[in-house]
């Protein structure tokens, strides 16, 4: 069974960092593209950066750039995102899953709330 699980979320001030990480199990995903995506109340969900499967190609939103680093791990099956300078507008639920998103693989998702 194929699982993302996203951890790292919590409350951070404004101009904070948090680091969010995507494990997988039932797969590897070494071979993807992934991507992390973000949804705030009554918003679409959106794609905020990805990364190539060899780490070598990324991808940012604008409202991201220059913030956000994408990362993985392709031995430790892992990704991250190291988010800096967070801003109220980034309160949102964060996912991780490929790019493109795989329908029905999208994860419980990890709660990041920034504090002005």
């Known amino acids: 069974q194929v699982q993302l699980v996203e951890s790292g979320g919590g409350l951070a001030q404004t101009g904070g960092s948090l680091r969010l990480s995507c494990t997988a199990s039932?797969?590897?995903?070494?071979?993807?593209?992934m991507g992390w995506y973000r949804q705030a109340p009554g918003k679409q969900r959106e794609l905020l950066a990805s990364?190539?499967?060899?780490?070598?190609?990324?991808y940012y939103v604008g409202s991201v750039k220059g913030r956000f680093t994408i990362s993985r791990d392709n031995a430790k099956n892992t990704m991250t995102l190291q988010m800096n300078s967070l801003k109220p507008e980034d309160t949102a639920a964060y996912y991780c899953?490929?790019?493109?998103?795989?329908?029905?693989?999208w994860g419980q998702g990890t709660q990041v709330t920034v504090s002005s």
């Open positions: 899953n490929g790019q493109p998103p795989w329908r029905g693989y």
């Open positions: 039932g797969m590897l995903l070494s071979a993807y593209t």
């Open positions: 990364i190539s499967s060899g780490g070598s190609t990324y």
